[in-house]
């Protein structure tokens, strides 16, 4: 009797297409048996079971019409968890404890997962997120990254914009992601102005990241998948919402190209990597008017469907190989 492949999980949401549609099919032309896992779809429509006893644990879920061992996984593409989709018909009084156990269910699923390959480990990616933990990892590879200041004092952001001459962009320590039953939304990097200055009392209420702003040339978004990097540049610079923060450029205002990155810079994102413990992550970087590269920071579940659908460049292979790679 022929067996059948090990499964590969790939974590996902149900609105997800093109990424997840080209590792599957990398994953498959090389033998592997993708098993997608939409998790916004968990608990509604997918079934997960955990049994656990003195002999031993097995952990269970139906996904893609097929139920899948943990113990036969054999890697895990993180691609993104999503918050699950409930019933409207639930009672508003249960649905923030329906969130929470599910939370909780999935981590205790991915726990038996421990004895597969991720792509990237959960633990480490969360992590990793921290920006102010990037950027010690930055600059002790070898990487320029902007003067930064994070603070809830408002007499120190004053003083950092009188200091940068106003020239100060703001963003979060995290990714912002908050949901009990819609997609998580996401806050951009922007422009800190003397408006903003003079109305930061809210800052008690929640710290903030303050960052010189670069002058750029054009912005990088660099692909590391386990030590291949593969790198696109954008000039968003016609786009009026794009020049903060590209991904909130028009796409009909600037256009992606291959950018390839030189040898010191690319050891040094390597290193950056290994320190973080990360086989993916998607880094931005400012190429400055004088041809520096700068480091913003590194988003460990970041987009790179854009550099593989315009450039060509063979990202979704790579996350393939660093799947089923025994390295």
Known sequence: LMTRSPPVLLVTHSGDYFTVERVAEALARRGARPVRFDTDLFPGELRLSAA?????????????????????????????????????????????????????????????????????DPVRERAAENKLLQLRAAREAGLDIPPTLLTNDPTAARAFYEAEDGRVVAKLLRPLSISMNEAPFFVYTSDVGAADIEALDSLRHCPVVFQRKIEKRRELRVAYVAGRLFAGALDAGGSARGRTDWRLANPSECSWSRAPVGPPTAARLGTLMRRLGLAYGAIDLIETPDGRLVFLEVNPGGEWGMLEHDLGLPISEAIADALLSDK
Request: glycine share 12%.
């Open 52 to 120: 656990l006893g003195p002999g031993g644990a097995e952990h269970f879920i139906r996904a893609g019409g097929e139920e899948v061992s943990a113990s036969e996984v054999r890697a895990v593409w993180a691609r993104r968890v999503w918050p699950p989709r409930l019933s409207e018909r639930l009672d508003e009084r249960f649905r923030a404890a329906c969130v929470r156990e599910s939370a909780a269910a999935l981590e205790g699923f991915f726990d038996g997962l421990a004895g597969a390959r991720w792509v990237n």
